[in-house]
């Protein structure tokens, strides 16, 4: 980091948790590579601090797109201290629902993309031995609900990898910070939302995962702000911890999932240790 703040790279700018990231980086004199498929979307924040703001067309899940945007980014800033990734959104639907197309289609932003991103930028990090990955994940990504199948399993999957990078990158100045955060009033249960077609078994399970859905969309209990604030709060400190739950629902949620493996552990640990030769 210089004299003029780091550089943070922020993959889905155009609302919700990116765009309030972006806001918070800047009010805290940093500068910043907003990112989105429309950069028009970006316009008013380049406005703000035009010699602070880099706004960059980029689809995560397009290789060629990754690759010109974190050059866009070393050009114009000389490196990337930060990478936010944060693109994506919310899939809903049970598992039979869920075809082989949307599935896959899924997991190319909420999975791929970010160790896409997270590859691209490693080698300068690690030749610098230093510079934070923040990966945004989400409750979901800690435990489930009928209907959420498709999304906790690329929100599991980016969880897991991000765990053992940090381990590999720690030793080289590299940092991990996983973001977990419950409801939150962004786009992702509005435009970033995708419900599947329904099936009339699922009715009595799914069905009330989509009615809470489509119930709490715009009345959720997070506040995007507060959680930007936190988040940059993290990354200023050092990264004092590896993963950031957030929201007032997200500690209760992730113990009530620890608290039913650590049941099932406890009742089949008889079991296990039976298997031993």
């Known amino acids: 980091m210089n ?95 869920t075809s082989d197309e949307e599935l896959r289609a899924a ?12 590859r691209a930028v490693l080698p300068q990090m690690r030749e610098r031995r230093s510079g934070t990955l923040v990966q945004l994940t989400s409750v979901a ?5 009928p209907g959420t199948g498709a999304y906790s399993a690329a929100k599991h999957a980016l969880e897991a990898l991000s765990e053992a990078l940090a381990k590999e990158v720690g030793p080289l100045g590299v940092k991990v910070l996983i973001v977990e955060p419950g409801m939150f009033r962004t786009k992702l249960l509005g435009a970033s939302y995708r419900a599947l077609p329904a099936m009339a078994e699922y009715a009595p399970t799914v069905g009330l995962t989509r009615t809470f859905a489509t119930q709490s969309n715009g009345t959720q209990p997070g506040d995007p702000v507060k959680a ?49 030769f």
């Open 228 to 276: 930007a604030r936190a988040i940059v709060d993290a990354v200023l400190a050092g990264v004092p911890t590896l993963r950031l739950p957030l929201g007032p629902d997200a500690p209760d949620a992730i113990r009530e999932k620890f608290a039913q493996v650590l049941s099932d552990v406890e009742r089949t640990e008889q079991i296990a240790r039976s298997t031993a």
């Open 3 to 97: 004299a003029q703040g780091r550089v943070w790279f922020v993959t889905g700018s155009s609302s919700g948790f990116g765009r309030s990231i972006v806001e918070e980086a800047l009010a805290r004199g940093e500068r910043v590579v907003a990112t989105a498929r429309d950069p028009r979307t970006l316009e008013d924040l380049v406005a703000r601090a035009p010699d602070r703001v880099l706004a960059v067309r980029l689809d995560v899940t397009k290789a060629d797109e990754v690759r010109s945007a974190v050059a866009a980014a070393t050009e114009r800033f000389g490196g990337i201290d930060v990478l936010v990734n944060n693109a994506g959104y919310t899939l809903l639907g049970a598992v039979e629902e």
């Open 141 to 145: 990504g800690m435990t489930t609900y």
């Open 107 to 118: 997991f190319e932003p909420l999975f791929f993309g970010a160790v896409a991103m997270t």
